[in-house]
T-cell receptor
């Protein structure tokens, strides 16, 4: 049981390049999330997927797209990377408390460190 | 989701209790209080959560005031490995907003 895994661990891009960050979870969770964390700051939600086939914007969605490929996988794509997207990206997953709709605790992956030059 | 206010940093002696405060004066009746921590550059780790009653687990205790406008996370016997940034979050559902948190340093 690996929990939440992310690839790659590190990436350097040039401005304008595109890339996809991959995330997978093996806990059979319905919901998955993408956050970014800038130096000295807390995490900010980019996008989330409450269930397979649905995605919703979070606090800072501009410049990103997501795909909920299946229940296990949730990818984050940067179509044209900008230096402002230099950050650490965390993926997380959670499930719902039965009958309440309230999300259980989120489990986080180890992060992807992205540098855009 | 309601906003939270936490001290920027705190120190604690090893073996002593660490008490981390959080103000959430605009919390609504159905929002939960969650605590996470982030050790160095790792992904955040869940600690504990509660709605109205005080909660305790193997990691910590959570004390929520009767009016729910503030809470305190208690690490009963802090160790050097508890040095981390601690985040207090109030949330209803999917959108979990992290603030800057409290940087706790446990000293020998």
């Amino acid at each position: 049981n690996a929990g939440v895994t992310q690839t790659p661990k590190f990436q350097v891009l040039k401005t304008g390049q595109s890339m996809t960050l991959q995330c997978a979870q093996d806990m059979n969770h319905n919901s998955m999330y993408w956050y970014r964390q800038d130096p000295g700051m807390g995490l900010r939600l980019i996008y989330y997927s409450a269930s397979e086939g649905t995605t919703d914007k979070g606090e800072v969605p501009n410049g990103y797209n997501v795909s909920r490929l299946n229940k296990r996988e949730f990818s984050l794509r940067l179509e044209s990377a900008a230096p402002s997207q230099t950050s650490v990206y965390f993926c997380a997953s959670s499930d719902q408390f039965p009958g309440t709709g309230l999300q259980e605790t989120q489990y986080f992956g180890p992060g992807t460190r992205l540098l855009v030059l | 989701d309601a906003k939270t206010t936490q001290p920027t940093s705190m120190d604690c002696a090893e073996g002593r209790a660490a008490n981390l405060p959080c103000n959430h004066s605009t919390i609504s009746g159905n929002e939960y209080v969650y605590w996470y921590r982030q050790i160095h550059s790792q992904g955040p780790q869940y600690i504990i959560h509660g709605l109205k009653n005080n909660e305790t687990n193997e990691m910590a205790s959570l004390i929520i005031t009767e009016d729910r406008k503030s809470s305190t996370l208690i690490l009963p016997h802090a160790t050097l490995r508890d040095t981390a940034v601690y985040y207090c979050i109030v949330r209803l559902n999917n959108d979990m907003r992290f603030g800057a948190g409290t940087r706790l340093t446990v000293k020998p």
